[in-house]
């Protein structure tokens, strides 16, 4: 049904002041946001979690709206996607992240969300492969964050996709790991290089009921045996990093480390942070 409507509720309407409204009043002002440079991109560090040392950054979006100010890709990027933005959009942002990649190491990668939208059309292998192109940084640099909701599509493009963009040499994650339905499911069914441990199982792990450890355990060795990294995102204190430590993931994402910033900042925590 969202399918179906995408694109139809974007206009305002005067008589409309509702909530409803005011949602389509900013899906408005996101139309001419990217053309009028209200638009960013930020750059949040992934730390290998033996040492210190930066394996990457994640690219995340950001809109200053000139009247709201500051507001969360939570609620904007919903609303590009129903309004047929969320390619443009999401294009864009992958066009700056690989360009950024080329100022940094060349072991430092690049990850990137892909919302389903994009991830099901049938042109993303190609734009995918332009981005690359056009940037130059080696494909197995750049990680596209995936969410379980590619799956609930469930068409062939999917299927072909993930065969097509691995060809191209790109890194697959699958992002918030362990929110979706099926998630064990999932794995089954795309050659994913990494599990991104969602948040809600990682904030507080050390000092909540040992449920939480358990469960991140049981990520980790799954993601073992089948050959892939993990990331625990959303790590703040000093006692939830030791216990990730303790429970073998592979990388590291939070607020302890680094949040999302400008790239000069992240250009110059990766030429920091590297090892010749
Ligand atoms: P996500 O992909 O799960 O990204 C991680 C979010 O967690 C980011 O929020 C990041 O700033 C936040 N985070 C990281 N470490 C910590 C921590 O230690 N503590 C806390 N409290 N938060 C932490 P952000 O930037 O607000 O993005 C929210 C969501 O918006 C993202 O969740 C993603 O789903 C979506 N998003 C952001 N940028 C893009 C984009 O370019 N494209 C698409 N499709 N979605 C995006
Ligand atoms: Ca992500
Ligand atoms: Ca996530
Ligand atoms: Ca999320």
Known sequence: AKAAGRGKHCFYEPSMHSEASKRQLLENDLRGALERNELSVVYQPVVRAAGEEVAGFEALVRWKHPKQ????????IPLAEECGMIGKLGEWVLEQAVHAAREWPDHVRIAVNL????FNDPKIVETVGLALQRSGIRPSRLELEITE???LADSDVTDGTFARLKELGVRLALDDFGTGYSSLGYLKKAPFDKIKIDQSFVRGAA???SRN????RAIVT???SLGMDTVAEGVETHDDLQLMRDLGVSQI???IFGRPSALEDATDLASASSVE
């Open 69 to 76: 100010g500051d507001i969360s890709p939570t609620r904007f």
């Open 115 to 118: 919302s389903p939208i994009q």
């Open 149 to 151: 909701g590619v799956f």
């Open 207 to 209: 000092s909540t009921s």
């Open 213 to 216: 450890a358990a469960i991140i």
């Open 222 to 224: 799954l993601a073992e």
């Open 253 to 255: 994402q939070g607020y």
